[in-house]
């Protein structure tokens, strides 16, 4: 095959031939500087390398300044250029995206060297970001606050999801105090007074929630009226209320705070008892996403004047004196007049007889 049939070649079968050259030997010398097409075809920034360590260090200085940020797999064999030597001339955390570093031999003094080059403070940022998913938030900030600089500013860059769900006590509790220096970095917060009585209320008097300035899911589990008032001081574009105690609050000013809100674009209602709409209170609002557990049938249509916005809707039904008047707020023709921007609706109907069934 001569040099011109070889270029006619296209790229994805070039890259496939590149595949099986060595980085040190064949690949750069080969094709580096050939020409602006096989420049292009290895300085493609999602391709990766992998290498065996062979060459002179000249070689190296020459290459992998031009693969270090795209080497996945590097390694050693017994008897060639020896890690000690390699590595003083260039800094392991240069390849960004190192996977694995192997050495093939039984010198101890080079195992030894290999085990100090992998500590764990010398894991790339993408790794220390895989392992953080499997952390909680929390963990994550006991472990690693003020351990050292690297680790503080990946602290200041990563999501935090904080959850109290779980805890049953003021020692618990008082562990979460260090989000304290990193509400800016919240973005999802769970309260529960169910585990623990009055947490949602010690969260609100430890914490302001007008500092957590990123804050964009919320979930309360058994609150108090006067704690869902930090409904209307956050910026959350979710939330879910789960409140199993008939009657613990005043489900009309419940309401009034969440279609209230400028900002809630999806809403979970887990509550045993009804949801009370106030006619004289629909505010324009952003809700797209709706579920509610309990609605009185003949306030289906008061329901809809107050998400004018809604795209998906999950409402669960009670008939109690299902007049006339508020049958027609079911029929096609009215829904998708009042919510115009509706593509889902499912309709859980507890002893209502609703015309149109094969709409609903």
């Known amino acids: 095959m001569t040099t011109t ?56 200085k020459s290459i992998l300044p031009l693969i270090s940020s795209r080497l996945v797999q590097l390694t050693f064999a017994k008897g060639n250029y020896s890690p000690e030597l390699f590595f003083t001339y260039f800094n392991i ?116 929630i007008e500092n957590f300035n990123n804050l964009d899911c919320l979930t309360l589990a058994e609150p108090r009226l006067n704690e869902c008032e930090v409904i209307r001081y956050s910026h959350i574009t979710y939330l879910s209320v789960n409140l199993s105690k008939f009657n613990q609050l005043n489900r009309t000013v419940l309401s009034s705070f969440i279609f209230s809100s400028q900002t809630l674009q999806t809403c979970i209602l887990n509550l045993n008892g009804l949801v009370y709409f106030e006619d004289d209170q629909i505010q324009p609002n952003l809700i797209k996403y709706l579920s509610i557990n309990c609605c009185l049938a003949n306030e289906f249509d008061l329901l809809l004047k107050h998400i004018p916005n809604i795209k998906e809707l999950e409402v669960h039904l009670i008939s109690i004196g299902l007049n006339n008047n508020a049958l027609s707020s079911f029929s096609p023709e009215y829904i998708c007049t009042s919510v115009p921007k509706l593509t889902r609706l499912l309709i859980n109907n507890r002893n209502v007889q609703l015309p149109f069934r094969t709409f609903l």
Not at 8 to 15: E, G, H, Q, T
Not at 100 to 127: D, K, P, W
Not at 134 to 143: R, V
Not at 159 to 182: N, W
Request: net charge negative; with cysteine.
């Open 93 to 208: 955390e240069e390849f960004i995206y190192l996977r694995s570093l192997t050495f093939l031999g039984t010198n101890i003094s080079q195992i030894e060297f290999l085990i100090r080059m992998c500590v764990f403070e010398n894991f790339s940022n993408e790794l220390y970001l895989e392992i953080f998913d499997y952390l909680s938030s929390i963990d994550i900030l006991y472990a690693f606050t003020n351990l050292n600089s690297k680790f503080d500013s990946l602290l200041n860059v990563i999501p935090l999801y904080i959850d109290l769900m779980t805890i049953t006590s003021i020692a618990e509790f008082d562990k979460h105090t260090i989000i304290s220096k990193y509400h800016e970095r919240v973005l999802g917060l769970r309260l529960s007074n169910r585990n623990m009585p009055n947490q949602i209320d010690l969260f609100l008097s430890r914490f302001s």
């Open 5 to 60: 049939q070889f270029e006619n070649l296209p790229n994805d079968v070039i890259r496939l031939i590149f595949d099986y050259l060595n980085v040190d030997i064949n690949l750069y010398p080969l094709f580096s500087n050939l020409n602006s097409r096989f420049d292009y075809l290895l300085a493609d920034p999602f391709r990766r390398f992998s290498l065996n360590v062979l060459q002179t260090k000249t070689v190296y």
